[in-house]
């Protein structure tokens, strides 16, 4: 999808994925996971495999955790306990990625907001717990509209709360979901290569990827200084 024409170098709002881009919560999601697993009397899966199943919000996640042979309200037990297990022990060990508090004060002059699948009390939550709340104008979760990401839904009422336009607005993340939430709302796509969900972005290519957030505030700032319109985010 195209976005409404202008230069790359305009990009004033920057909307962040949460987990695997601005928070490394892998353990805490696989520990919750397993204890849900192990109250409904099924064995500990490995934290890669719990991982895959990460970014579709929490229905998505325990469905598959449990398994295809799983009723409808066995998951709906199992969300339900995931939900309290989790509420308590988010925090236990999630941390922010290297370089990702070094990039949100670089930013800072920015317009930024989080839009994630994860519940959005949870994510205020964590933000608030690690000392990142203070960085974002907006917070959108998985419940905050009727529809998750990839559904284009929350990037427009963000941008429509900030009055950004699409050539102003970038969306930040590590996984297709985010890649294709930005392209169905015409926006730019940054993907970041460290995060849970890296694997899936050679399936839909961002319009650029980074290894580390840090490279993101000299990256706009080049693309500012240089008036860039075309190049590596030139779309067709």
């Known amino acids: 999808m195209k976005t409404d024409g202008g230069s790359a170098s305009q ?70 306990f995931f939900l309290e297990y989790y509420g308590r022990h988010m925090l236990d060990h999630t941390v922010t990625y290297p370089g990702v508090r070094e990039a949100l004060d670089a930013l800072t002059g920015r317009v930024m907001a989080v839009l994630t699948n994860k519940p959005v009390h949870f994510t205020e939550s964590i933000l608030k717990g690690l000392g990142l709340a203070s960085h974002f104008s907006f917070v959108y979760g998985g419940n905050s509209f009727e529809r998750k990401k990839p559904d284009p839904i929350g990037i427009q009422q ?19 979901t985010d890649v294709a939430a930005g392209r169905n709302a015409g926006v730019w796509t940054c993907g970041v290569t460290y995060g849970i969900g ?39």
């Open 158 to 176: 963000i941008m429509q709360n900030t009055g950004k336009s699409q050539r102003q607005t970038m969306i930040v993340g590590d996984s297709e």
């Open 11 to 80: 990009v004033d709002l920057l909307i962040f994925d949460l987990d695997g881009t601005l928070i490394d919560s892998e353990t805490d999601l696989a520990q919750s996971v397993n204890a849900t697993r192990a109250e409904m009397g099924l064995a500990p899966l490995a934290t890669p495999v719990i991982s895959s199943y990460v970014g579709q919000g929490v229905a998505v996640l325990v469905r598959r955790a449990l398994g295809n042979g799983a009723s409808d309200g066995q998951v709906e037990r199992a969300a339900q």
């Open 198 to 236: 890296s694997r899936t972005l050679e399936k839909m290519r961002p319009d650029v990827t980074i290894g580390d957030l840090r490279e993101l505030p000299p990256l706009l700032k080049s693309w500012c200084d240089a008036g860039i319109e075309s190049g590596p985010l030139a779309r067709t």
